[in-house]
């Protein structure tokens, strides 16, 4: 099946630094979805895009769903040290078949 | 809760013994689906679901993976004949829409172990 490619697979930053990650997709995609999972728990849905061009934000998170359909990026800006969990990229090359990033490892150094 | 629950939380198999993972979706969602979790390799579709049981759809990675959607918010993802690769979590996540993509909410998933 379609594989996503998420990058970077991990980061270490420091608290107050802004961090961006992206996805790209050898195939078109319909819907771009960005999770976060904290140790223990299952993914939770930060941002949905729908739309080629569409730039979402939600508080510090910023998510852009690319023009060429392939990939999308994901901004949070001034980190803080609750920003650690590992955050997946997700899409839907066609209908109700979500495919998943292999996740972007975040730690956040107070 | 209105949420997406798994049972068990964990789970210990020994190889070769047959194992059923629970998922309790969110009432009216339409598409269920699970995934294997493995550290460093994201998340792998396994199966999923629209509303008409029958047509559950496998995914990869083979025929020892099935599930059964006894009822529209309940489903049972059985593994047969455990290998100790079959060592990861398992998450299911439920979708409202079946006319097209919709955000999928997720359980907190099942880490199977296989000693």
């Known amino acids: 099946g379609q594989q996503l490619n998420q990058s970077p697979q991990s980061m270490f930053i420091q608290e107050g630094e802004d961090v961006s990650m992206n996805c790209t997709s050898s195939s078109i995609f319909n819907t771009w979805l960005w999770y976060k999972q904290d140790p223990g728990e299952g993914p939770v849905l930060l941002i949905a895009?729908?739309?080629?061009?569409e730039l979402t934000s939600n508080g510090r998170l910023t998510a852009q769903f690319g023009i060429t359909r392939k990939d999308s990026f994901l901004n949070i800006s001034a980190s803080i040290p609750s920003d650690v969990g590992i955050y997946f990229c997700a899409g839907y090359p066609r209908e109700s078949d979500m495919r998943f990033g292999a996740g972007t490892r975040l730690t956040v150094k107070p | 809760g209105a949420g997406v629950s798994q049972s068990p939380r964990y789970k210990v198999a020994k190889r070769g013994r047959d194992v059923a993972l629970r998922c309790d979706s969110i009432s009216g969602h339409v598409t269920l689906y699970w995934y294997r979790q493995t550290l460093g390799q994201g998340s792998e579709v396994l199966t999923y679901s629209q509303s008409d049981a029958q047509r559950d759809k496998s995914g990869r990675p083979s025929g020892r993976f099935s599930a059964e959607r006894p009822e529209r918010s309940v489903s049972t993802l059985k593994i047969q004949r455990t290998e100790q690769g079959d060592s990861a979590v398992y998450l299911c996540?439920?979708?409202?829409?079946?006319?097209?993509?919709?955000?999928?909410?997720f359980g907190q998933g099942t880490r199977l172990t296989v000693v």
């Open positions: 895009l729908y739309k080629a061009g």
């Open positions: 996540a439920s979708s409202l829409s079946p006319g097209g993509p919709t955000e999928a909410f």
